[in-house]
């Protein structure tokens, strides 16, 4: 019975995050919409350096590379946290948490479901433009054939998910210490950025640098997935990244809660 109502309970959060998104929803439209306009700097580069090499780079041609950045974009819309560091950090910073510590309730499951509801309207709201790229492009897809390719790719995207969650939780967890956590958020988010397949494939880099690349969490983030669909991971190689990713899964969660332990603790103890 209990676990009923603690269920209705983040239910109701989670209706709340969807109410409360979707009055932003023409917002996350036009920065969908605007967050295309790189896509089409990245179709002239690629094509310039496949002209330039007269050939393939690593297994990609120019139709493949394309394929692999439109991935990328559908990928992160579903995954990657909209301004959640912000509104946790300001819930510390202003004193908000205080509310939620007097109620029986999680706030990282709290927070998780406002993430959720907040990806389901980002996504709904971001998928038609991504949708009429794919259209425009759609002489660069090959679907794969295999069903278990989706399986996989599903399962890997909602670990991916789950990961940049769980660092962004953390990530915004040092509002307990520090009043602006600007600067940290942006220092990890370029290594996102760098080292988790936004700015190139992270399979055209050398082998040996590909070989440590794999054992960081950045590579689990986007990445991987899209790596996954493309069937450049196959065999025991797919089987070793989903096991590291939900490994990285793991340590992502349990550092969150134990950076909250930490900064609760620091919170109570200065009278906050």
């Given at each position: 019975?209990?676990?009923?109502?603690?269920l209705?309970?983040?239910?109701?959060?989670?209706?709340?995050?969807?109410?409360?998104?979707?009055?932003?929803?023409?917002?996350?439209?036009?920065?969908?919409?605007?967050?295309?306009?790189?896509?089409?700097?990245?179709?002239?580069?690629?094509?310039?350096?496949?002209k330039?090499?007269?050939g393939?780079?690593?297994?990609?041609?120019?139709?493949?590379?394309?394929?692999?950045?439109?991935?990328?974009?559908?990928?992160?819309?579903?995954?990657?946290?909209?301004?959640?560091?912000?509104q946790?950090?300001?819930?510390?910073r202003?004193?908000?948490?205080?509310?939620?510590?007097?109620?029986?309730?999680?706030?990282?499951?709290?927070?998780?479901?406002?993430?959720?509801?907040?990806?389901?309207?980002?996504?709904?709201?971001?998928?038609?433009?991504?949708?009429?790229?794919?259209?425009?492009?759609?002489?660069?897809?090959?679907?794969?054939?295999?069903?278990?390719?989706?399986?996989?790719?599903?399962?890997?995207?909602?670990?991916?998910?789950?990961?940049?969650?769980?660092?962004?939780?953390?990530?915004?967890?040092?509002?307990?210490?520090?009043?602006?956590?600007?600067?940290?958020?942006?220092?990890?988010?370029?290594?996102?950025?760098?080292?988790?397949?936004?700015?190139?494939?992270?399979?055209?880099?050398?082998?040996?640098?590909?070989?440590?690349?794999?054992?960081?969490?950045?590579?689990?983030?986007?990445?991987?997935?899209?790596?996954?669909?493309?069937?450049?991971?196959?065999?025991?190689?797919?089987?070793?990244?989903?096991?590291?990713?939900?490994?990285?899964?793991?340590?992502?969660?349990?550092?969150?809660?134990?950076?909250?332990?930490?900064?609760?603790?620091?919170?109570?103890?200065?009278g906050?």
């Amino acid at each position: 019975m209990s676990g009923s109502m603690s269920l209705q309970k983040y239910l109701s959060v989670f209706n709340i995050g969807l109410q409360n998104t979707f009055v932003y929803r023409w917002n996350y439209f036009l920065r969908a919409l605007f967050g295309l306009i790189p896509l089409a700097g990245t179709v002239f580069l690629w094509s310039a350096v496949f002209k330039e090499r007269g050939g393939g780079l690593h297994g990609y041609d120019y139709s493949s590379m394309i394929y692999y950045y439109l991935l990328t974009i559908l990928v992160s819309n579903l995954v990657v946290p909209t301004e959640d560091e912000w509104q946790i950090a300001a819930d510390i910073r202003e004193g908000q948490i205080n509310a939620l510590l007097t109620k029986p309730m999680s706030y990282l499951a709290y927070r998780l479901s406002i993430f959720l509801s907040g990806r389901l309207v980002y996504s709904f709201v971001t998928l038609p433009p991504i949708a009429v790229i794919f259209v425009y492009f759609r002489d660069y897809i090959v679907l794969p054939t295999d069903p278990l390719i989706y399986v996989l790719t599903t399962v890997s995207i909602l670990m991916a998910a789950f990961i940049q969650f769980f660092i962004t939780y953390s990530l915004a967890m040092f509002a307990f210490w520090i009043l602006e956590i600007t600067t940290i958020v942006f220092i990890v988010y370029s290594f996102e950025y760098f080292l988790g397949g936004q700015m190139f494939p992270i399979d055209i880099m050398p082998s040996a640098v590909q070989a440590v690349m794999k054992w960081l969490p950045f590579y689990y983030e986007l990445f991987c997935p899209v790596a996954i669909f493309l069937g450049r991971l196959k065999g025991a190689e797919l089987m070793q990244a989903l096991a590291i990713q939900a490994g990285w899964l793991f340590v992502a969660w349990m550092w969150a809660r134990f950076m909250w332990r930490r900064g609760l603790g620091h919170y109570q103890a200065v009278g906050g």
